[in-house]
């Protein structure tokens, strides 16, 4: 009987996978008399489906010192784009480290360091990865990502450092035991279902790639039908012209013929 959790985790596939077909359908070229699929050349679907494609096989980062990838929860990528789990290796991974699935449903902060705790905004996070921080008592000053920063008090009284920018920027680091200096690494892991969903708020936005590409096939329909009536009013003209000229001949014709009676 297949887990809660492998049944999650194919549900991620299965959805995936729906997304990548319709686009592969629709952006494929027929041959030997088959239709073209209704995107075959659209520079929008080729992007979506490469990011798509991009998103499903990069390094997964910010959850462990080194990177993962979907293989390590046992999901593949076959030949023609499509995902496939291998639900022994899925299984044997979980039992292993259940918090592997967070890699693909949950977003996550942490740190090697039991004096320090990590959080962040969610609508901001920082670029998911990890990165050093150090801490000095003396001074009471920290460093994240080579950023000097200057600490805030929580209501609880502990040293709070926030990044101002880079990609650490909007991450913060509590400071639990100030006695002494403290050195650590601090992530951000972003899973797939929370990069899917940035991808998708980005590319439906005022300025992404969807609204961009409908912009300019309306702006492409709105010149053939200009091109439609010029091209009717040429036609119109043509035609006006054909019977002007063809009505002379005929009249002359006709006198030819009276003349020859």
Do not use: C, H
Not at 113 to 119: A, G, Y
């Amino acid at each position: 009987v297949a887990s809660n959790a492998q049944v999650r985790m194919q549900g991620f596939i299965d959805s995936v996978n729906s997304i990548k077909n319709y686009l592969n359908q629709e952006t494929k070229r027929g041959f030997n008399g088959a239709e073209d699929g209704s995107l075959v050349g659209d520079v929008g679907a080729e992007i979506i489906l490469t990011e798509l494609q991009n998103i499903t096989t990069d390094p997964i980062k910010g959850f462990a010192d080194s990177d993962y990838y979907l293989a390590n929860l046992g999901v593949f990528t076959e030949r023609d784009g499509s995902l496939s789990l291998d639900t022994t290796r899925f299984d044997t991974a979980i039992a292993a480290d259940p918090d592997l699935l967070n890699l693909v449903f949950a977003s996550k902060y942490s740190t090697n360091s039991d004096k320090l705790s990590v959080t962040g905004l969610s609508s901001y996070p920082p670029t998911a990865g990890s990165y050093s921080f150090a801490f000095t008592q003396s001074s009471g000053a920290g460093v994240l990502n080579s950023e000097s920063l200057t600490a805030v008090n929580n209501i609880a009284g502990n040293k709070v450092f926030t990044g101002t920018s880079g990609s650490a920027a909007n991450m913060s680091i509590e400071i639990l035991n100030d006695s002494a200096d403290i050195s650590g690494t601090v992530r951000y892991g972003k899973s797939l279902i929370d990069s899917l969903q940035s991808y998708i708020t980005d590319i439906t936005s005022s300025s992404g790639v969807i609204k961009n590409r409908t912009s300019e096939l309306t702006l492409q329909l709105s010149d053939y039908r200009e091109q439609q009536v010029d091209l009717d009013a040429r036609i119109e003209s043509l035609t006006a012209t054909y019977n002007e000229k063809f009505g002379a001949m005929e009249s002359l014709v006709t006198q030819l013929n009276k003349t020859g009676e």
